[in-house]
């Protein structure tokens, strides 16, 4: 075999070896100063369980040949076998390009021909970079470390593994020459999804799947574009499921110039070599026929299980999920579940996602494709798209799921794939943890107005509904009150429940959502959704969603076994209280459409809907299982109609049932448990009724944790009279009368400010003002002007001085019956204008008059009469207590009351008199008392009914009556009254 070694290598060989020299020195003090038998110590304890290996067993496993990996359903039936993405052809070490040699030695292990199996400069190098805690990882491992890795040990970086790789790559250095370690490495590395859409390993696969040609052919531009691919494969793949991507391709051009600097650096090309190399176009040499995309039955599904395996190895083997070094290891960890042999055994069962994948494959249950432009770019025929999953909530074992429609063009997998989740984000992050924590029952009430904060929500309506239940601005998903008691419960304690519930996100980006993350703006996949949800219908208890049951390597040994981990986030107080609230979303709010498919079934569900309606979701749960549906379009844009996830969730949910009647029973119950119990409480404050609640009919009723039932007594209402003015709502004074106020029980609030352009809550009228009536009255009004009648409708203007509240409308007809109080009128503000008022007796003939009434309750005197005049039912003079001279009607006085007499009226003694007839034009009576004939006379009414109740002191009490019209007044004779 040939070898590749620099020109520079030989001059600088005695410079890198001073250099090796010295670290060697470097790590022999380091083992003088431990102590040589400490130090030998460790490398036994750490050796002491790997095997001692053959030379024929590294070169059988260097070069051993792929096995493919199976998957079955629950029931042991084989779903298939993955399917490796190129068919691997060794190729030989000289059918390989010297090109593609160099390249990868310059760029990943420039000293490959002269070490021994390790760098001891390139290990000091990362040693002190992982004790100085460099953000700058270079790494120590040589391309025969790599081997040995990648071959004999799991893919986790530790230090454990380190040394083992170390000793094992001195080893392979012993048993297998450098070319034929650098032809066992270029045949087993990834280099990412190839021009045509396939994974590709091994260099051969990969000269093939981007440039049509054999490793053998390719130039230095070629070869050192793929030599920078393995470092991060995925990254710098120029092609994705969908075609050519050209943020990964960048990456790679970046990463190519790399390569092409190091080869320079190291003498494999001269100048003109990396210029030309530098410019040649490789997007134009890309393989011309881009290959066919898979078409797979179980596509969606077999694509699911290579993540979801891939991450339980990883987990069997210790890695962490936020460790730096598991994006590489999981991309390994997926080569080798396509190559290694396995057994995936799944917990899913065929014929229930069979029957949801037909459910989804029915184009007669979707709308159309559609075409939408977005960002720019106009797509035509897209379709929309569902990802669900169903669970098992006494398990957490995932039964079923639908990846998308049309796997062959839409290879984005639904199920997992994270977007907002709106407002079915709700009954997770605020609801329930804000019942466990005794913040709020079904009852409670919350104030749906202004946060009166920076950021404010809105509500789906754009309004403000005011105080309501927290069970119904859940049933009605609200945002406002749904913020609120995220509040309540406070972004930490939040944090807590939803990790426990299963997502996996980090606790800076958490709580950098702010409040918005209580109304959905934190992804999630309808897998984590689903799982969340089957807690509330476990109990409180979550289990987390698997659906890798276990996997088995090619000798049949198990190397994973999922284990559950119940995990009790709420109490079963907490999640009957949740489920009965999310029972009435489907009775009474927003997912009433679903539950119709469901009828006569115990379930709960909630809906989600983001701000701009890209994302609708259903998610909803029966005692036994828990399905979540996303629909939306891959690239987003508004889903249309809206009932779109119900419908979709009710059908899958009627297959379910037919593909496994045992499944969920239809009889089957949500149970009450213990420590619940049902009362009413205020609706305006939570606590327990008073007098006044039950006055105004503040009540409500529902189930109660009875940890925290109310003890306190009503504190959130008020009596008091209440007055308008100028948009403002006031506390009227004690004397103004009360047909110009609104007396009742009103809810105290606290302070809020309407935000520009918003209106008040719909129950503004109810709430207590903060402040009194500003106004006070300056003396007897100025009676009001322009009065006219035009048939049945009398209009006026208005009096502009402040202090009125409004105008008394009175009536005289021709049947001998004076003027009396017909009506009221109230003035809310002082600007100039017109008033009318309709009298519903018709159109008389009648004459009408109207007075101002300030905030004092000081009557002004009459405004005109105006109207129709009729005929006096008795000619003038007929009459002895007339007066002698009535002169013209339009000026005449009144005829003196006549008739006094005092009768009892349901335990009352009362004075009455004659009416005055229409023609006096009576406005007002007026009667006075007193104990003696001779003596002081006081006024005890004012009026215009020719009635009033008394309250005699002495045996014999005097009275008389007084009739008043615009020309006068005249008084009736004096009345005496024995009580005897």
Avoid: C
Avoid at 175 to 185: G, H, N, Q, R
Avoid at 906 to 922: A, F, M
């Amino acid at each position: 075999m040939s070898q590749t070694n620099s020109p520079n290598k030989n001059k600088n060989r005695k410079r890198e070896w001073k250099h090796i020299l010295k670290y060697g020195l470097i790590a022999l003090f380091v083992m003088i100063f431990l102590g040589i038998g400490t130090a030998a110590g460790l490398v036994a304890a750490v050796v002491k369980d790997e095997p001692v290996r053959s030379d024929e067993e590294i070169r059988n496993q260097v070069f051993k040949n792929n096995l493919v990996s199976s998957v079955f359903w629950a029931d042991g039936e084989k779903i298939g076998d993955f399917k490796t993405d190129e068919v691997r052809v060794f190729v030989p070490y000289d059918q390989i390009s010297d090109n593609v040699k160099n390249a990868v030695i310059a760029i990943e292990d420039r000293d490959f021909r002269n070490h021994n199996g390790i760098n001891l400069k390139a290990i000091a190098r990362a040693a002190l970079q992982q004790l100085s805690g460099s953000e700058v990882q270079t790494g120590g491992s040589t391309i025969t470390q790599q081997l040995a890795k990648n071959t004999f040990f799991s893919l986790e970086k530790t230090y454990t593994r380190k040394t083992k790789e170390i000793l094992l790559a001195l080893r392979m250095e012993r048993v297998l020459s450098k070319d034929e370690i650098l032809t066992a490495y270029l045949n087993k590395i990834p280099f990412g999804k190839a021009a045509n859409l396939k994974n590709v390993y091994g260099i051969q696969a990969a000269a093939r799947g981007y440039f049509n040609k054999d490793a053998k052919d390719l130039n230095v531009a070629e070869a050192a574009y793929l030599a920078g691919i393995p470092q991060r494969p995925t990254a710098y793949s120029a092609f994705n499921q969908n075609g050519f991507d050209e943020e990964g391709y960048q990456l790679a051009k970046k990463r190519q110039e790399l390569v092409l600097k190091a080869m320079l650096t190291e003498g494999f090309i001269n100048q003109q070599q990396y210029d030309e190399a530098i410019n040649y176009d490789i997007k134009a040499h890309f393989h011309a026929e881009t290959g066919k995309k898979e078409t797979n039955k179980y596509g969606y599904l077999m694509q699911e299980i290579e993540t979801k395996a891939a991450q339980a190895i990883l987990k069997s083997r210790g890695v962490a999920l936020d460790s730096s070094e598991y994006d590489d290891a999981f991309e390994n960890a997926k080569q080798e579940l396509v190559t290694g042999g396995y057994k995936i055994y799944t917990t899913l069962d065929k014929k229930i996602y069979e029957a949801m994948n037909e459910v989804v494959n029915n184009p007669k249950n979707f709308p159309r494709p559609i075409d939408y432009t977005y960002q720019g770019k106009r797509l035509n025929d897209r379709l929309l798209q569902v990802g669900a999953t169903l669970i098992h909530n006494k398990t957490g074992a995932i039964l079923g799921s639908v990846g998308g429609r049309d796997f062959e063009n839409y290879q984005v997998n639904h199920a997992a794939a994270k977007r907002q989740p709106g407002s079915s984000i709700k009954p997770v992050l605020d609801y329930a943890p804000a019942l466990e924590l005794g913040k709020i029952q079904p009852a409670t009430p919350i104030d749906d107005i202004p946060l009166g904060q920076k950021w404010e929500p809105n509500n789906y309506d754009g309004r403000y509904h005011g105080r309501i239940t927290a069970r119904v601005a859940l049933n009605k998903s609200y945002n406002i009150p749904a913020v609120k008691v995220y509040q309540m419960v406070g972004t930490e304690k939040a944090y807590e429940f939803y990790k426990k519930l299963g997502y996996e996100i980090s606790e800076k980006r958490f709580m950098g959502q702010g409040g918005a993350a209580a109304i959905g703006s934190l992804e999630a996949s309808p897998e984590e959704m689903a799982s969340a949800y089957s807690t509330f219908g476990n109990g409180g208890t979550h289990m987390d969603a698997y659906v890798i049951e276990k996997i088995e390597d090619r000798d049949g040994k198990v190397i994973y076994a999922h284990e559950s981990k119940p995990e009790a986030v709420f109490s079963e107080q907490t999640a009957f209280l949740i489920t009965d609230m999310l029972r009435t979303v489907m009775t009474e709010g927003t997912g009433t459409t679903a539950r119709k498919y469901v009828s006569g079934r115990d379930v709960a569900g909630k809906t989600g809907t983001t701000n701009d309606e890209k994302d609708l979701w259903f998610i909803g749960y029966t005692p036994t299982i828990t399905l979540s549906v996303w629909t939306g379009y891959d690239l987003p844009y508004p889903v249309k109609p809206h009932s779109i996830p119900q419908d979709t969730w009710g059908r899958l949910m009627q297959a379910i049932f037919k593909a496994d009647p045992t499944l969920s029973p239809s009889n089957a119950r949500f149970d009450k448990p213990s420590g619940i119990v049902r009362m009413t409480v205020s609706s305006a404050s939570g606590k327990l009724p008073s007098d006044l609640t039950k006055k105004g009919g503040y009540l409500v009723t529902d189930w109660f944790n009875q940890k925290y039932v109310p003890t306190q007594l009503e504190d959130g209402l008020g009596e008091a009279r209440l007055i308008m003015f100028n948009n403002t709502t006031y506390v009227a004074k004690p004397e103004t009368p009360d047909e110009f106020v609104d007396t009742g029980i009103f809810l105290i609030r606290e302070p809020y400010k309407i935000p520009p352009g918003k209106s008040r809550p719909l129950d503004y009228q109810k709430e207590m003002p903060k402040n009194n009536d500003p106004r006070t009255s300056t003396g007897k009004p100025a009676p009001p002007s322009n009065l006219s009648v035009n048939g049945n409708v009398i209009s006026w203007s208005k009096n502009t001085n402040q202090n009125i509240v409004g105008y008394r409308i009175y009536r005289a007809s021709a049947d001998g019956i004076g003027f009396a109080k017909i009506g009221v009128v109230r003035q809310t503000t002082n600007s100039p204008g017109i008033y009318t008022f309709t009298d519903s007796a018709g159109s008389g003939p009648f004459a009408y008059y109207v007075t101002a009434v300030d905030v004092a309750g000081l009557e002004s005197d009459p405004s005109n009469i105006a109207g129709k005049n009729p005929e006096p039912t008795e000619p003038p003079g007929n009459n002895p207590d007339e007066p002698t001279n009535p002169g013209n009607p339009n000026t005449a006085l009144p005829q003196k009351p006549t008739g006094l007499n005092v009768s009892s009226q349901g335990g009352h003694l009362v004075l009455s008199w004659n009416p005055n007839p229409y023609q006096d034009q009576v406005i007002m009576y007026s009667v006075y008392y007193s104990t003696s004939k001779d003596g002081k006379f006081d006024l005890i009414y004012q009026g215009i009914k020719n009635s009033t109740t008394i309250n005699p002191k002495n045996k014999v009490n005097y009275y008389y009556v007084v009739a008043k019209n615009n020309n006068g007044e005249t008084q009736s004779n004096i009345f005496p009254f024995n009580l005897e």
